[in-house]
Nanobody
């Protein structure tokens, strides 16, 4: 079973930055496409970013392009989400996700992923 553990969330002022981490175990990390999603109470889980298994391809929701950056460190079995210029509408629980199969094309919907972390809360507030 793939296990994902997010960390790095917290309270930040508008315009500030946070870096989220997702530690992966239970499967060969270097072969896993990884995604980040977020969900605020009462809203549908929303795609944020994804990175290919090779690290050569990154994908972002229009709402975060130019502000967020996804990366991975295969030596540490960790994927990151650097979030800059944060806005109040970025407030949500952020989830790391991995698909069922190895080396798949990154998906932008929750149905494209099988394994999920417990989430880490990001709150952007003055």
């Amino acid at each position: 079973q793939v296990q994902l553990v997010e960390s790095g969330g917290g309270l930040v002022q508008p315009g500030g930055s946070l870096r989220l981490s997702c530690a992966v175990s239970g499967r060969t990390f270097s072969s896993l496409t990884m995604g980040w999603f977020r969900q605020d109470p009462g809203k549908e889980r929303e795609f944020v970013a994804a990175i290919s298994w090779s690290g050569g391809g990154t994908y972002y929701a229009d709402s975060v392009k130019g502000r967020f950056s996804i990366s991975r460190d295969n030596a540490k079995n960790t994927v990151y989400l650097q979030m800059n210029s944060l806005k109040s509408e970025d407030t949500a629980v952020y989830y790391c996700a991995a698909p069922l199969l190895s080396k798949v094309v990154p998906a932008s919907t929750p149905s494209g992923y099988r394994y999920w972390g417990q989430g880490t809360q990001v709150t952007v507030s003055s």
